[in-house]
């Protein structure tokens, strides 16, 4: 129901309408995989569904991204790669019907999507909206400030905020005046793109999710923004792409690559999957 | 601590496809006009509140223009009986408040708070700055240093003759009954010409001041200023009014603004009404648009109690473009109702308009009559339509009803109302980003409104309301939660 009191959470809440399996609490000790490193995001059967429709989308997704990890999605148009960055961070069109996702060793089912990103889960979204009459600096400063308070680190006031803002700006070759427009008001596909990267940089995620950052971009806009997600990477932080061209690969380098199809990830493997797609297509995997 | 924001059920207009709306105040045959006097004596009028209150003659007015429009006014006066819930125009809009007071007329011109008009001023009108005191210019507050050659901006008294004869002309055919009232009352008129190809280089600011001389024992001062915009063939000009109380006290303010554009000309035409709490501001603004010109309204409503603008904009011309965003904030006891008319008779007009009203008090209310008529000639015509309204507290109340006739076959309209909650894809991109439900709604209701104030571009002036904005919201936080205590 659209409108009701505040505080309904559409966002999959505790107990909203996912299924809730015990938590597994994910430790990297005893892995079989990459050298030992603590596993970040593990989602084990994700099944989720539109929840206006009741339509599935996701049909049980496996997937373990670790600290310092780059991993790929690809997948033909509709096979649900939105869907699942989506719903990882609590979209409140989908739910979930069954499996789990832990982030941190924490169920992130149970949490809200403002606890989810202060846990330090972020969602470059595919197409980001506008929202006229909200400052991207007071925007920025605010998530910046939500997630400082969750940490129990000082707020930074306004002028703190430009020292914290003004280098990362400068990183994403972005012109200052960006600052004072409203969120993505009137932004170009490209200059959207780079904004979410800017939220990416202010709030130093640990798991960044990008929904194809590389569509609207120019050719140098590509290489800025990739050159600005490198430059992001530390040893405790994982990237998830999501993309259809191997171009951005090239300049983020992935360990991993998946391929989803109709709402499971079906192959996974190093960036030959991707060269065998552009040679021929999604037809020569499938029958590989 | 927060807002409940719901969805109300009393969008009583039905909120499209209602009826469309017909004029129905009474207004008879205008009895005949003497010469040498008032037009008609006080006892021949039918109204009594009017007669009370509107019909005692001004003193006479040595200025031809002025003259001519009391009394024209004066004599429909005779016949005009003060509106109620029972004429559709005015449906929504009880005038109680007015017509159960008592009007005082300031007499002698009052002082105003030198720190007042300071804090009104903002720098890109540096020298170009007028200002009314209950609807009189007056030269020694004003600063009109940096008018461009040719241009005038004064008072009625020195006005070209070529405007004065054409004051009142489009109030007189398609104004309300308080446009009548206000060319009773008027005692001066601000006249701003440019001739052809001018262009006024700054804002044009016009601070409408109420003074509340006069008042007390019931009695609202009341005052009634009025502007004439007359720009030339490809002229260019930004006027931005705002009406503002001399203190917490409530007036009356019968305000008109009538806008005479010429072949290609461009007019800005920023209104804000900030007046004291309880007031009642009752203004029209009619607009003549001649072909290829371009008039551009941003209004925004915070104040008064019982508020009301009717806008009139007849594009007279082909390739004439219309635009108008107004903001209107009904808190507690408030009203803003807001009456447009546009009517396009030829091909290839634009007309665009947007509506945004939040209600944030259960004795609030907005109405909106929005009228567009796309007639057979206008041929090509792009018209748009939308009306947002955030209602923060059961009861709270909107009647809106954006009408949009299309008898031309070929243009492109479209048209809605939306009576609201916050848009829930806008919240989850804040929590998206770590911002808490409750800020992001704060948030997202402060600047519901900005997509328009800010459109009025100048800095101290988009704050102000801002800051009025953001002191109502918190008025309407703190009540919700002391009643849900
Ligand atoms: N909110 C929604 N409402 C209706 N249908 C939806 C919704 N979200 C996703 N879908 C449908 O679910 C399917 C998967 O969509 P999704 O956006 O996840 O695909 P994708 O893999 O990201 O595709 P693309 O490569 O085109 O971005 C599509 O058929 C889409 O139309
Ligand atoms: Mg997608």
């Known amino acids: ?288 | 601590m927060s807002y409940g924001v719901m969805q109300r059920s009393r969008c009583s207009a039905g909120c499209r496809g209602a009826r469309p709306s017909a004029t129905t105040l009474s207004r008879r045959a205008p009895a005949p006009l003497r010469a040498n006097a008032p037009a008609v004596s006080a006892s021949a009028v039918e109204d009594a509140w009017i007669r009370a209150n509107v019909a005692e003659p001004a003193a006479p007015s040595p200025v031809a223009g002025l003259a001519a429009l009391r009394s024209s006014c004066s004599e429909a006066l005779a016949s005009l009986r003060m509106p109620t819930t029972r004429n559709e125009e005015y449906r929504f809009t009880d005038v109680a408040a007015l017509t159960s007071a008592k009007l005082a007329r300031p007499t002698a011109a009052a002082a105003v708070d030198a720190a007042l008009l300071d804090s009104l001023r903002f720098p890109e009108a540096g020298g170009s700055a007028a200002v009314l005191v209950d609807g009189v210019l007056r030269p020694e507050l004003s600063d009109l240093a940096s008018l461009p050659r040719g241009a005038y901006v004064g008072g009625a008294a020195g006005a070209p003759a070529a405007a004065l004869e054409r004051l009142g002309h489009l109030s007189n055919a398609r104004g309300g009954p308080f446009a009548v009232v206000n060319g009773v009352l008027a005692g001066d008129a601000v006249v701003v010409v440019l001739p052809d190809g001018a262009r006024l280089a700054r804002p044009l600011h016009i601070i409408h001041v109420a003074s509340g001389a006069g008042a007390g024992q019931g009695a609202l001062s009341a005052s009634a200023p009025r502007l004439l915009v007359a720009l030339g063939r490809g002229a260019e000009a930004e006027v931005v009014e705002e009406f503002v109380s001399a203190d917490s006290g409530a007036t009356a303010v019968f305000a008109v603004a009538e806008v005479l554009l010429g072949p290609g000309a461009s007019l800005k035409h920023g209104y804000v009404q900030r007046e004291a709490a309880g007031s009642v501001h009752l203004k029209s603004t009619l607009v003549d648009q001649a072909e290829g010109s371009s008039y551009n309204l941003v209004e925004a409503r915070v104040g008064g109690g019982l508020s009301r603008h009717d806008v009139g904009v007849a594009q007279c011309g082909p390739d004439t473009a219309t635009r108008m965003r107004h903001f209107l904030l009904a808190g507690a006891g408030q009203l803003q109702d807001l009456h447009s008319k546009l009517v396009l008779d030829h091909p290839r007009g634009e007309a665009e308009q947007l509506h945004k009203c939040i209600v944030s008090h259960a004795s609030g209310r907005g109405v909106f009559d929005g009228n567009v008529k796309v007639n057979r000639l206008a041929q090509k015509t792009d018209a748009g339509q939308l009306s947002r309204n955030l209602l923060l507290v059961p009861r709270a109340t909107v009647n809106v009803k954006p009408n949009l006739q299309i008898i031309a076959d070929d243009v492109k309209c479209t048209h809605g109302a939306a009576i609201s909650d916050l848009s829930e894809e806008e919240l989850f991109y804040f929590r998206a980003r770590g911002i808490p439900a409750e800020v992001a709604r704060q948030s997202l209701v402060y600047s519901f409104g900005a997509e328009v104030v800010q459109a009025l571009r100048y800095d101290r002036l988009v704050a102000r309301i801002q800051a009025d904005v953001v002191a109502a919201l918190q008025v309407a936080e703190a009540s919700i939660a002391g009643a849900s205590k």
């Open chain 1, 1 to 288: 129901m659209r409108g009701a009191a505040f505080g309904c959470n559409r966002a999959g809440g505790p107990g909203c309408r996912m299924m809730r399996r015990t938590t597994v609490p994910c430790r990297a000790s005893g892995s079989s995989n990459g050298a030992g490193r603590p596993v970040l995001l593990e989602v084990k059967g994700l099944e989720a569904k539109i929840a206006a429709t009741g339509q599935q989308i996701l049909r049980g997704v496996d997937l373990t991204v670790r600290e310092g990890e780059v991993h790929a999605i690809m997948g033909k148009n509709g096979s649900g790669k939105s869907t699942l960055s989506k719903v990882l961070v609590g979209h409140p069109d989908y739910e979930v019907t069954a499996g789990t996702a832990t982030f941190k060793g924490r169920d992130l089912f149970a949490l809200e999507p403002e606890e989810r990103s202060h846990d330090g889960l972020f969602l470059s979204f595919q197409s980001p909206i506008e929202i006229p009459g909200v400052s991207n600096v007071d925007f920025l400063r605010m998530a910046c400030n939500a997630r400082r308070k969750s940490k129990g680190q000082a707020e930074l006031d306004p002028l703190e905020f430009y020292a914290h803002v003004v280098p990362k700006l400068e990183m994403l070759k972005m012109d200052p005046t960006f600052l004072n427009r409203n969120v993505n008001e009137g932004f170009s596909g490209g200059e959207k793109k780079r904004n979410e990267i800017l939220q990416l940089a202010v709030l130093e995620s640990e798991m960044s999710i990008l929904d194809e950052i590389d569509s609207g971009l120019d050719i140098d806009a590509l290489r800025d923004v990739a050159a600005a997600v490198n430059g992001l990477k530390r040893p405790d932080t994982s990237v998830l792409m999501v993309t259809h061209y191997k171009r951005l690969l090239d300049y983020i380098r992935p360990e991993y690559v998946h391929i989803m199809e109709a709402g499971r990830i079906t192959q996974t493997g190093g960036m030959d999957l991707v060269d065998q797609l552009e040679a021929g297509g999604y037809a020569t995997l499938s029958t590989a």
